[in-house]
């Protein structure tokens, strides 16, 4: 069935090191969302892309959504101990369009 | 604070036992959801339902039975659990199901004994 695919499902940095996350769908997307869930803590909306190739940064962060909207990536510079979270990537699939999730990237980074 | 409030925050059942989580928004959002997440499945879509409408039921067991009475609340009567059904139980709120960003509850962190 369709899905939507995460890699790599861990990772551990330095803190100072950068970081990215990138998800893959079988299927193109209209749009892609992605969350952060901080740990004991519940998903926490991002942002959104919807248009071919689109780049948005949100300070450190800075998420891409590849030019046939089947794939995205997050991307942290110098990351902070305060960046320590699961990170989703979310896109409607199915004949419903329902928000369906990745596996998620969990984030740990050293001090 | 989100505005989706869920109740309980813990619940600790026996597999013979009958409860209900309850989710409320307080949005104005027309669709709600139940998520279930575990060690194995982060994030997995139980149902949906959109306008007090079900519109999604991912072939989840009978022993999960949704409640949607108005478009505020949402709830998940539980009956006969297994100890594998221990998990961590989202509800989110949404304006639209497919282009809007999701809202999510606290969660109930479930454990069935």
């Known amino acids: 069935g369709q899905q939507v695919m995460q890699i790599p499902q861990y990772q551990h940095v330095q803190e100072g090191e950068d970081f990215t996350t990138y998800c893959n769908s079988s299927?193109?997307?209209?749009?892609i969302q992605w969350y952060k869930q901080r740990p004991g803590g519940h998903p926490v909306f991002l942002i959104q892309?919807?248009?071919?190739?689109e780049v948005k940064k949100q300070k450190r962060l800075t998420f891409q959504f590849g030019e046939a909207k089947k794939n995205s990536s997050l991307h942290i510079t110098a990351t902070q101990t305060t960046d320590v979270g699961t990170y989703f990537c979310?896109?409607?699939?199915?004949?419903?369009?329902?928000?369906?999730f990745g596996g998620g990237t969990r984030l740990m980074v050293k001090p | 604070e989100t505005g989706v409030t869920q109740t309980p925050r813990h619940l600790v059942m026996g597999m013979t036992n009958k409860k209900s989580l309850k989710c409320e928004q307080h949005?104005?959002?027309?669709?709600m959801y139940w998520y279930k997440q575990s060690a194995k499945k982060p994030l997995e879509l139980m149902f949906v339902?959109?306008?007090?409408?079900?519109?999604e039921n991912n072939s989840v067991p009978s022993r999960f039975s949704p409640e949607c009475p108005n478009s505020s609340h949402l709830f998940l009567h539980l009956h006969t659990l297994q100890p594998e059904d221990s998990a961590l139980y989202l509800c989110?709120?949404?304006?639209?199901?497919?282009?809007?960003?999701?809202?999510f509850g606290q969660g109930t962190r479930l454990t069935v004994v």
């Open positions: 989110a709120s949404s304006q639209g199901t497919a282009n809007t960003e999701a809202f």
């Open positions: 299927t193109t997307l209209s749009n």
């Open positions: 892309l919807v248009k071919s190739g």
């Open positions: 979310a896109g409607p699939l199915g004949a419903g369009n329902m928000l369906t």
């Open positions: 949005l104005g959002h027309n669709a």
């Open positions: 339902y959109s306008l007090e409408e079900r519109v």
